[in-house]
């Protein structure tokens, strides 16, 4: 995504897991299982950000892997979490 820009965000679908590997920018979440790790697909040392929609019931985050901040994502509403190259974490905000 480039601020400023038209730009057009991949898709998916995933089953909420312990640890989950997205391969698009926009993620729509089956289940309710709470999420530690999440598998970035940009590699190369890049930071980066991943929208996240919960479909069928609210999903938390927890600290025990490579999320910074736990959070419980509403269902069907966004949840916004940007990588942090120097931290190795992702961070994890709302939007409302």
């Known amino acids: 995504m480039f601020p400023g820009l038209t730009t057009k965000l991949s898709e998916e679908v995933l ?3 312990a640890t989950i590997s997205p391969r698009a920018d926009l993620v729509r979440l089956t ?3 709470t999420i530690a790790t999440i598998n970035g697909q940009f ?3 890049f930071s980066g950000i991943l929208f996240l929609v919960p479909t ?4 938390a ?3 025990t892997g490579n999320i910074m901040n736990a959070v419980t994502m509403v269902d069907e509403q966004v949840t916004v979490l940007v990588y942090s190259k120097l931290e190795g974490k ?3 905000g709302a939007i409302s």
């Open 90 to 92: 992702w961070h994890a």
């Open 31 to 33: 289940g309710t299982t």
């Open 15 to 17: 089953a909420s897991a």
């Open 56 to 59: 069928g019931g609210n999903v």
């Open 61 to 63: 985050t927890t600290t």
């Open 43 to 45: 590699g190369g040392g």
